[in-house]
């Protein structure tokens, strides 16, 4: 079998390969995801963080409502009529005077406490919005770029293509689909010589006895391990 015109072809695909790499395998596509995943982190935390500050903010205006209560009750107790109490009530008066003043600070402090978490769950949230804007402004900038290397990639890909097709006409049919088959599983090389006695060219894995038997009548044998067409080189 007469291997030369495959050969030929594959040399050309190599050029179609390294163009097809480099559309998939571009730095800025891998950056580009980055950004995304960026992106998305960013928009999961601000979620979040509406959610943390929805709930602070009832919480206070629960505090709040209790705050009010505990003010109009010890409000009430100024205003008491001391004329009508006896001693005994005076102290129990004072012990709740004490109790309601001791509330009172409690709920200052808890929404001095709120307010500070309030402050810090703001401040937290425009960091992140900062982080999502500046990974959005590079990613559109990135895109750009990947648009920009396609437009000089895509003419070459196809021009590769066209001139592959008139190469393959001199490729036996049965050859040119078994090469096809493994080249659309993204092996590349798809054809590769032996080495030494019965090693393929590509993984280095040692090929059957047998199997080297059968070279010579098919041209070309699989290796089991790489699934590469290997023939018997110069
Ligand atoms: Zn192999």
């Known amino acids: 079998m007469d291997l030369k015109n495959l050969l030929k072809y594959q040399e050309l695909d190599e050029k179609l ?9 571009s730095p800025y596509r891998k950056k580009a995801s980055e950004l995304q995943q960026i992106a998305k982190k960013a928009q999961a935390k601000s979620n979040e963080l509406e959610n943390k500050a929805n709930a602070l903010l009832k919480e206070i205006e629960e505090i709040k409502v209790k ?20 001693l005994e009530d005076i102290d129990k008066l004072a012990t709740l005077k004490g109790k309601i003043l001791n509330n009172l600070n409690y709920f200052e402090r808890s929404l001095q406490k709120y307010a500070e978490a309030i402050n810090s769950t703001l401040l937290e949230f425009n960091k992140t ?6 990974a959005r402004n590079e990613f559109m900038a990135i895109r750009t770029k990947i648009d ?9 890909k196809e021009r590769l293509q066209k001139e592959l097709q008139v190469l393959e006409k001199d490729v036996e049919k049965n050859l040119m ?13 798809v054809i590769v010589p032996l080495e030494g006695k019965n090693f393929c060219g590509r993984c280095r894995m040692e ?5 080297i038997a ?9 290796c ?11």
Do not use: W
Request: glycine share 2%; hydrophobic share 30%; charged share 40%.
């Open 177 to 189: 689909a078994e090469y096809k088959k493994r080249r659309s599983d993204n092996i590349f090389p």
């Open 214 to 222: 059968k070279i010579k009548d098919k041209g070309v044998i699989t």
């Open 17 to 25: 390969y390294r163009v097809e790499q480099k559309l998939v395998a």
């Open 67 to 86: 705050f009010n209560q505990n003010n109009k009750a010890f409000d009430n107790l100024l205003r008491e009529d001391l004329d009508k109490v006896t």
């Open 207 to 211: 090929l059957p006895m047998a199997a």
């Open 129 to 134: 919005k900062k982080h999502y804007d500046e």
């Open 224 to 234: 089991e391990h790489c699934k590469r067409l290997v023939y018997v080189g110069e």
């Open 148 to 156: 920009e290397e396609k437009k000089v990639l895509e003419p070459e």
